[in-house]
């Protein structure tokens, strides 16, 4: 029966083709059918582009074919690269021009054969999956990147693939506009042509910063682990993939347990690419990578500013072609001996205080960081807590609350009531529990008093003193309530030293940088600092009268053993709850500096106070800086507050109120309620339709690199 069905068929077949014109063919329909059956079995991307050249004709095609061909010629080949290629050489020197440090240049090109498997399936998960699918553009992953950026707000997703990255690395700048986009698009197209996947993933692995001063993976894994790139297991695969996002951000060098969480989330991707097993991937998230230890020249005392400075280097230059150079403010003896003293004062007082950390930062007037110091020793911790740690500065955030206040109308002399706030429900106390009655701005200031503190921040408005801390140059989130005079609102040690340094600088605003200048070792400028028009941020008058408080502390007041002999200076002690943080942060004529004490983990130390370690950490930081200056005051002669030369030529200030600083009706239940509530802001005009949505909509475009 089988054969009886299939024998009519085959002479059907054969009679088609002895008598037929048409034999051998199949019916239209059928050819139709199976052409859109091949079709649909190729990529979509190539059924784009043969869609486009029918559509658009051969001029087109004609287009595309002449730019690629520019491209070739003009372009040696990219894969020459690997036999001369090795890590770029990065030098960081001092402001003196000494070498602080001098990382990579060792042979670090690493073949993708020599690397294993699930590194590279690492780094396809985390940064282009469709890597093996599209031809150097992915638009579906474009239009999905642009659909979640719009939906979250913000710049959430990247759309560009790694053929793109490496386009824009070998041959781009780091500007955005429709041109420099463009030009990358056809250049990872060239790519594709010219080099094929397994080499574009090559030299890409090769090439891409991973934090820290390494370009490249081989480099990277040395630098992190202090293994070649060929034996790192899954979870290191994992971490170094997962720098590459934000190498500052996940470093394992400086953020360990967020670098771990990045891998757990590179390690998710994996296994929902199919790379690997959720068995297998949960055990690599088991594991308790070993980190590379301490370097030999990682004991100079400079190893937490280099880490800076490298770390703004992928924002300031594209990758190098060559060895780089940078230029920075650090000072290297003073940094070296600032950093002797921490130890010092940690290993002795701070022992037996219970206080493990400190951080230091100085910087000259004009915003040029000299010192800065992360921690007690960058071998134990590599974490900058002078950058990166928000920690609550108690009383070191009253100056915000003053300054508020003076603008308002208020001078020194005001007075302003020392006394619990009853029936509010909260009323801080002072240290030692007692209360002053009325007393003027600059002796509450002088002795740090709470309650003074907390009636003058409700009643010139929190939201006052938040836009103030603000205009100074606080970046943190800071609660508007009755506690933010006590500084219970988390901030940085650089944030609240830049913004008293708006004081030292006369008003003006304080642009703090480090690097000076990013060269090639051929001396081809790539970057350099050019300082911002200054700003007049506070009126001469309030920085006089801020001067004039802020000296008193020093004279009088909780900053006693900052004093500085022979040189006027004026700052501010903060000591939060608990005694968790202890603060100092201070400026003279010439450099402004803070210092921050305590624990990571949050640990109270024994009754450790702004006055007591910190404050004497900040005078014997501050004369060594000052040591080579001439005194501001000659021996024998009346000392001469730093208000007096701020006063010198500044306008008159404002009357001085004859009573004591009141409210307007006596205090109830509800005063830290209405108060916060009279100084809400006016609600906003609703947004004409639309106009928002595409307001939205551009500013995202400008920070994905589309358009300016």
């Known amino acids: 029966m089988h054969g009886a069905t299939a024998f009519p068929r085959s002479g059907a077949r054969a009679m088609g083709r002895s008598n037929s014109p048409n034999a051998g063919r199949a019916p239209p329909l059928a050819r139709s059918k199976r052409t859109r059956g091949l079709l649909c079995r190729l990529p979509w991307e190539i059924r784009l582009g043969f869609l486009a050249i029918v559509r658009l004709g051969p001029p087109a095609f004609l287009i595309v074919a002449a730019t690629l061909a520019y491209y070739t010629l003009r372009i040696p080949d990219p894969m020459a690269l690997r036999l001369k290629n090795q890590a770029p050489v990065v030098r960081v020197l001092a402001r003196d021009g000494s070498l602080l440090s001098e990382r990579g240049g060792s042979d670090a090109y690493m073949p993708i054969d020599l690397l294993p498997?699930?590194?590279?399936?690492?780094?396809?998960?985390?940064?282009?999956?469709?890597?093996?699918?599209?031809?150097?553009?992915?638009?579906?992953?474009?239009?999905?990147?642009?659909?979640?950026?719009?939906?979250?707000?913000?710049?959430?997703?990247?759309?560009?693939?790694?053929?793109q990255q490496l386009a824009k690395n070998l041959f781009l700048g780091s500007e955005r506009t429709w041109a420099r986009k463009i030009e990358e698009l056809i250049l990872a197209l060239w790519l594709e042509v010219r080099l094929g996947k397994r080499n574009i993933l090559e030299l890409y692995l090769n090439?891409?910063?991973?934090?820290?001063?390494?370009?490249?993976?081989?480099?990277?894994?040395?630098?992190?682990?202090?293994?070649?790139?060929?034996?790192v297991t899954l979870g290191e695969a994992a971490m170094l993939a997962g720098l590459l996002k934000a190498p500052s951000r996940y470093s394992p060098a400086s953020h360990p347990p967020m670098a771990r969480e990045r891998a757990a989330n590179v390690l998710g991707k994996m296994v929902e690419a199919g790379f690997i097993s959720a068995q297998?991937?949960?055990?690599?998230?088991?594991?308790?990578?070993?980190?590379?230890?301490?370097?030999?020249?990682?004991?100079?005392?400079?190893?937490?500013?280099?880490?800076?400075?490298?770390?703004?280097?992928?924002?300031?230059?594209?990758?190098?072609?060559?060895?780089?150079?940078?230029?920075t403010t650090i000072d290297p003896s003073l940094q070296h001996r600032a950093q002797t003293q921490v130890q010092a004062l940690l290993a002795s007082e701070g022992a037996a205080a219970n206080a493990g950390q400190a951080g230091v930062l100085l910087m000259d007037v004009d915003g040029a960081i000299r010192v800065l110091i992360g921690g007690r020793a960058y071998a134990e911790s590599q974490f900058n807590r002078a950058i990166k740690a928000r920690r609550q500065p108690g009383s070191a955030f009253k100056m915000f609350v003053y300054l508020a206040a003076l603008e308002g109308g208020l001078t020194p002399d005001s007075t302003v009531l020392d006394l619990p706030i009853l029936g509010s429900g909260w009323s801080p106390r002072n240290e030692g529990a007692g209360y002053r009655g009325a007393v003027t701005l600059r002796e509450a200031l002088a002795l740090s008093m709470n309650a003074a503190a907390a009636r003058l921040n409700m009643s010139v408005g929190p939201r006052t003193t938040v836009a103030l801390a603000h205009r100074l140059g606080i970046r943190s989130p800071l609660r508007a309530d009755a506690s933010l005079a006590l500084g219970t609102s988390e901030v940085t040690l650089i944030e609240l030293t830049g913004a008293y340094g708006v004081l030292a600088n006369g008003g003006r605003s304080v642009d703090m940088h480090l690097v000076r200048r990013v060269r090639?070792?051929?001396?081809?400028?790539?970057?350099?600092?050019?300082?911002?028009?200054?700003?007049?941020?506070?009126?001469?008058?309030?920085?006089?009268?801020?001067?004039?408080?802020?000296?008193?502390?020093?004279?009088?007041?909780?900053?006693?053993?900052?004093?500085?002999?022979?040189?006027?200076a004026a700052g501010k002690t903060g000591t939060s709850q608990d005694f968790r943080d202890a603060w100092f942060v201070g400026y003279t004529d010439e450099f402004v500096a803070g210092v921050w004490v305590g624990n990571d983990d949050g640990r109270s130390m024994h009754r450790v106070m702004g006055g007591s370690l910190p404050a004497r950490l900040w005078r014997d930081i501050m004369l060594l800086a000052l040591e080579d200056r001439t005194p501001a005051l000659p021996s024998g002669t009346a000392r001469r507050s730093i208000a007096e030369v701020a006063a010198a030529g500044a306008p008159p200030a404002p009357p001085r109120s004859s009573g004591p600083l009141l409210p307007s009706e006596p205090i109830g239940a509800d005063f830290i309620e209405r108060a916060i509530a009279a100084d809400a802001p006016a609600p906003e005009p609703p947004?004409?339709?639309?106009?928002?949505?595409?307001?939205?909509?551009?500013?995202?475009?400008?920070?994905?690199g589309f358009g300016t």
């Open 117 to 163: 498997r699930h590194l590279i399936n690492a780094v396809i998960a985390t940064e282009d999956r469709r890597f093996f699918k599209h031809w150097g553009i992915d638009p579906s992953g474009m239009i999905r990147a642009a659909y979640t950026n719009l939906s979250q707000g913000r710049v959430a997703q990247g759309g560009s693939t790694l053929t």
């Open 207 to 231: 090439r891409v910063y991973f934090g820290a001063g390494a370009y490249g993976v081989e480099t990277a894994a040395q630098r992190f682990f202090a293994k070649s790139a060929r034996e």
């Open 280 to 327: 297998e991937g949960e055990q690599a998230a088991g594991e308790a990578p070993r980190f590379s230890g301490l370097l030999p020249r990682a004991r100079s005392g400079v190893e937490y500013a280099v880490d800076a400075a490298l770390e703004r280097l992928p924002t300031l230059v594209a990758a190098p072609g060559s060895d780089l150079v940078i230029e």
């Open 520 to 568: 090639t070792a051929g001396g081809t400028v790539l970057f350099e600092h050019h300082p911002e028009p200054a700003r007049v941020l506070v009126a001469p008058a309030h920085v006089a009268a801020m001067n004039d408080m802020l000296g008193a502390v020093l004279a009088s007041g909780t900053g006693k053993r900052a004093a500085l002999p022979g040189h006027a």
């Open 687 to 704: 947004p004409e339709a639309g106009k928002d949505w595409m307001s939205r909509a551009r500013g995202l475009l400008r920070e994905l």
